[in-house]
């Protein structure tokens, strides 16, 4: 298993203290009175971390599938009034209360999957009332610790129907963003960036303002066409860009001269049966630092399982089984900042760990679709044990 890079410790031990890691190695002793778990047989990884998701809405749009399905393009959806305009009507409609039990349990799916962190966009509100709304639930899903749930503002994910589009962003700038910071609702403020969505411009504008008010910038870049998104997200000093399916030679080039991570999200591709991958080849030559994520959603990706994303990953993108691991661990903590908290197995790292029944860390990927996770625990708490399978019984 050498020259994986991954750090793999054989026979090694974890030792934790309330939520933090203390040790990691081989031959480490444990005091009388402490618990041990024997994961013989199994890989102990890092926590997961699912650096995109819009894990709260109302609504599916599985006739929208269907429709793709039959060849009408995700754009014309939008733009005959469906897409995210159709989750908009039902989120809005939603209660608190209701979007909580949706999220909920989709978190805990999600938990089921190894994912110990989770990023939770706001966008289908498109109203201050609404997103704040949304973003109190995140919040709430937040004190549940069943994962580190992140919250990000997206209120500039779509253009509300009853509103111009000048007029909305003056909005986001003037009263959501000034809200958001006050009520401390969000660390991270996203913009949908497209040219027929948000245009670099105004992107430009709303992230800026998000940083004035203490939001740091992330962005969905060039996902359905080029436009510019690369550069804004370099330019504003965003943490990662997203997708970029289309970026330019330019905008590359400025995102690794300031850091930014890429996110890329394989489960969209799919579902949206795009023609263009992100140029991951040209990414390594320049050392941007690759994420992989879920971008979970009710249209473009329904997928909640961060280790198909890291499959997917590998078989859509040509990632490496260790690029796309480091994609959802050290990496993803990475694209949101949290790499001195998360995704790495080093002492004073939050206790965020998952025990995989699978024989070496390859079989994470190799087996498509197959969830190996026996038991994912969360700042040193057990948050999800595998009932189908106890520990300690490996299935092969
Ligand atoms: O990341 N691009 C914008 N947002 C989502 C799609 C959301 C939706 O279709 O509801 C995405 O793909
Ligand atoms: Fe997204």
Redesign the pocket.
């Known amino acids: 298993m050498s020259g994986s890079g991954l750090g793999i410790v054989e026979q090694g031990s974890v030792l934790i203290r309330e939520d933090r890691i203390l040790a990691v190695g081989t031959g480490l002793k444990p005091e009388p009175d402490e618990e041990v778990i024997d994961c013989e047989g199994c890989v102990v990884l890092p926590g997961f971390v699912d650096s995109?998701t819009?894990l709260i809405?109302g609504g599916w749009?599985s006739d929208e599938f269907e429709r793709r399905l039959a060849g009408v393009s995700?754009k014309e959806i939008?733009a005959a009034g469906g897409?995210?305009l159709s989750?908009v009507r039902a989120t809005r409609t939603a209660s608190e209360e209701e979007l909580y039990q949706l999220g909920l349990t989709r978190l805990q799916e999600m938990s089921s999957w190894g994912a110990t962190t989770v990023e939770v966009?706001s966008?289908?509100g498109l109203e201050t009332g609404a997103e704040l709304k949304l973003l109190r639930v995140a919040r709430r899903l937040a004190e549940t610790g069943i994962a580190t749930v992140v919250p990000t503002f997206?209120g500039a994910?779509?253009i509300p129907p009853e509103r111009e589009k000048t007029d909305y962003v003056r909005e986001i700038v003037e009263t959501m963003l000034p809200a958001v910071a006050e009520q401390r609702l969000a660390r991270f403020c996203d913009v949908?960036c497209?040219n027929f969505?948000f245009n670099a411009e105004e992107s430009r504008r709303i992230l800026e303002a998000g940083r004035a008010c203490g939001l740091t910038p992330m962005v969905?870049a060039d996902?359905?066409e080029p436009s510019g998104g690369a550069e804004v997200a370099a330019r504003v000093g965003a943490v990662s860009a997203?997708?970029l399916l289309q970026p330019s030679e330019a905008g590359l080039r400025l995102m690794a001269e300031n850091g930014v991570v890429a996110v890329l999200?394989p489960g969209?591709y799919l579902m949206?049966r795009e023609q263009h991958r992100p140029p991951v080849t040209r990414m390594r030559e320049l050392g941007i630092t690759m994420a992989v994520a879920t971008?979970f959603?009710?249209?473009?990706?329904t997928l909640v399982s961060i280790l198909l994303a890291a499959q997917l990953a590998c078989l859509l993108y040509g990632l490496t089984v260790a690029e796309a691991l480091r994609g959802i661990t050290v990496n993803g903590a990475k694209a949101l900042a949290l790499d001195s908290e998360c995704g790495r197995l080093e002492p004073a790292m939050s206790a965020d760990i998952v025990v995989a029944a699978v024989p070496d860390y390859r079989h994470l990927i190799y087996r498509l679709g197959h969830n190996p996770v026996r038991m994912v625990i969360r700042a040193g708490r057990v948050v999800y044990r595998c009932c189908r399978s106890p520990m300690g019984i490996v299935q092969q």
């Open positions: 995109h819009h809405f749009r995700y939008a897409g995210i989750t966009k966008g289908y997206m994910h779509a949908f497209e969505m969905h996902e359905i997203s997708h999200l969209t949206l971008d959603n009710p249209g473009s990706c």
